[in-house]
């Protein structure tokens, strides 16, 4: 499969038309059409709806749009930084969760930045499920995670985490009233929880029936929903300001709070780019102060 090819095919998608992409590539509408076609042929499937006025994908064609946007981002990247291997530059892709314990890593990317100023940081914010696929098929060079993880695989620097496990609830809900809760005070109202594989809800089971009635990925959409009345969401404090005096929201501690650990990942037996290493060297310093 052609890195070539593949640009052509994700520029059609982007721009919604054989005719727009000719344009943007410089190339013959012919031109793109049959290679488009040589495409399909090679992999023995259909990608676009022919006949919409605009391009419709397939099923086999969201797959590969979506596989191909990954593969052109790690070209890239692994391009840019090689290019100039003489000078400490490129790019570092990290997944991150959502935390306010990262501070630290806004201070040191800042460090950084302002003495090699060709490096570029990438950060994507995501739970553990979605940063560890991205981290195994090279697409992020770091993975910034909260909980267990698998040592076998992942080499670590850990940070401190000060973050303090909740719920988000509306400002007239009842739990309001209290200053912090215990898991059993939440077990009769519908629950928004994370969606990532081992979700701590352990402590929950032992003590009686709950209702999930949806998950997130991202805290600001399940804030959403908790708005609107769905329900209340499990989830770490001062990620949503609700301290503003309008705030529809309340954040309430939980009593008793887990002592997760949080830390920087990257895969064992990878090779690092002089970039991340030095992002890595300023991070140990900045955490040893």
């Known amino acids: 499969m052609d890195i070539r090819v593949l640009n052509y095919f994700v520029t059609i998608v982007q721009t919604k038309s054989i005719s727009n992409a000719a ?99 990438h950060i994507r914010s995501g739970n553990a499920d979605d940063i560890l696929e991205h981290l195994n098929k090279g697409v992020y060079d770091l993975g910034i995670t909260i909980g267990d993880f698998d040592n076998r695989k992942y080499n670590a620097l850990t940070l401190k985490n000060r973050d303090h496990w909740g719920v988000l609830v509306p400002k007239n809900h009842p739990l309001t009233k209290f200053d912090k809760v215990e898991l059993a005070d939440i077990l009769s109202y519908p629950l928004i929880t994370s969606a990532q594989t081992n979700n701590d809800l352990r402590e929950l089971a032992g003590l009686g029936d709950y209702h999930i009635i949806a998950t997130y ?59 991340t290493k030095l992002f890595l060297k300023l991070m140990q310093e900045e955490i040893e102060k």
């Open 217 to 275: 990925n991202l805290l600001y959409n399940a804030s959403l929903l908790v708005k609107a009345g769905l329900g209340i969401a499990i989830c770490l404090g001062d990620i949503i300001n609700t301290s503003y005096t309008d705030s529809e929201l309340k954040f309430i501690p939980f009593a008793t709070q887990k002592n997760d650990s949080l830390q920087i990942l990257w895969k064992k037996q990878s090779t690092q780019s002089p970039s």
């Open 23 to 121: 344009n943007t590539l410089h190339v013959t509408q012919p031109t793109l059409s049959r290679q488009i076609k040589d495409l399909e042929e090679e992999l023995d499937t259909v990608l676009f709806h022919r006949g919409s006025r605009e391009i419709q994908l397939t099923d086999d064609g969201q797959y590969l749009y979506n596989r191909a946007i990954e593969i052109l981002a790690l070209v890239e990247k692994t391009e840019n930084n090689i290019r100039k291997s003489e000078e400490i530059s490129g790019e570092i892709y990290i997944g991150a969760a959502e935390t306010h314990s990262l501070d630290i890593v806004a201070t040191v990317i800042k460090k950084m930045t302002d003495q090699y100023p060709e490096i570029r940081i």
